[in-house]
C-alpha cells in the first residue's frame, strides 16, 4: 500500500478518529513541517483545532537522516545513548547539537505563530499527528512532554510506522492509530508516490487556514430571510 501524498493520509487518519468529531475537548498538533499537512485534514474532518508541537532530531555525525533522540519545544531531551555510542556521537557532539535544535525550534516557533499562544494541553484530547515514523525518537520525546502537561487522553497517529515502533510507542500513548504497518520498511518517504518538501510558508498557511475555518465554524454569518 502507498499513500497518494500527505492530504490523502490525512483523509485515512481521519476515518480511524471519526468517533471524535465535534468533541469540544479535542486538539489536533501537527509535528512540522510534513506532519501539519496530514494534521491539517485530520483537524478539518474531527472539526477540531490545529496547532503545531516541534521537535527536532539529534542526528549522527555525518547523517542527519539517522536519529539518534530528539528535543521537545519544552526542552525535553530523549537520547538512545548506546546507540550514539555505536554510532560515534560523543557526549560533546550530542550537547553541541542538542544546543543548535532548541535554537532552531524557537526559531521555528516564532515564525509559525505568528505572535499566538501555544495551545492549552492539560485536560484535552490530543492527537498528535506525523507524516510517518521510522525511529519513533522524535515522536517519543514529543509524547513525554505533553504527557507532563496532563492531557485527559493522548493520541498518536501516524499513516505508517513499522510494527516494532509501534510497539514501543504504545508505551508512551493512550492509543495509537497507524493504518500501514510494513514489515519490510526502509522509509517514511517509501510508502507515498509523492513526498515533497513541506515548506515553512505552507506550514504558515495551513495554521491560518485552520483558524479561519473554525471561526467560521464557531460564529456563522447571520442568514438574512428572503
Not at 560515534?88 to 544546543?99: C, L, N
Request: aromatic share 6%; with cysteine; net charge negative.
Amino acid at each position: 500500500m502507498h499513500y497518494r501524498d500527505r492530504w490523502e493520509a490525512g483523509e485515512v487518519l481521519a476515518k480511524h478518529l471519526v468517533g471524535l468529531c465535534g468533541d469540544p475537548e479535542v486538539i489536533v498538533l501537527g509535528i512540522p513541517r510534513g506532519g501539519v499537512v496530514v494534521a491539517f485534514e485530520v483537524a478539518r474532518a474531527l472539526r477540531a483545532p490545529l496547532d503545531i508541537y516541534i521537535t527536532r532530531k539529534i542526528s549522527v555525525p555525518h547523517n542527519p537522516e539517522l536519529a539518534i533522540g530528539a528535543v521537545a519545544s519544552d526542552g525535553t531531551v530523549f537520547v538512545e545513548h548506546d546507540m550514539a555510542a555505536s554510532l560515534g556521537a560523543t557526549p560533546e557532539y550530542i550537547a553541541a547539537e542538542t544546543q543548535a535544535q532548541k535554537e532552531e525550534i524557537q526559531r521555528r516557533a516564532r515564525l509559525y505563530r505568528q505572535g499566538r499562544p501555544g495551545p492549552e494541553i492539560a485536560d484535552r484530547i490530543v492527537v498528535v499527528v506525523d507524516d510517518g515514523v521510522a525511529t519513533g525518537a522524535t515522536v517519543t520525546v514529543a509524547l513525554r512532554a505533553l504527557r507532563s502537561r496532563n492531557p485527559k487522553k493522548l493520541i498518536l497517529a501516524v499513516p505508517v510506522a513499522p510494527p516494532d515502533t509501534i510497539g514501543r510507542l504504545r508505551r508512551e500513548a493512550d492509543e495509537v492509530i497507524c493504518p500501514l504497518r510494513p514489515l519490510t520498511f526502509w522509509a517514511v518517504s517509501g510508502f507515498y508516490r509523492v513526498f515533497d518538501q513541506t515548506r515553512d510558508d505552507e506550514v504558515i498557511r495551513l495554521l491560518e487556514q485552520a483558524d479561519r475555518e473554525r471561526a467560521e465554524r464557531e460564529n456563522p454569518p447571520d442568514e438574512t430571510p428572503d
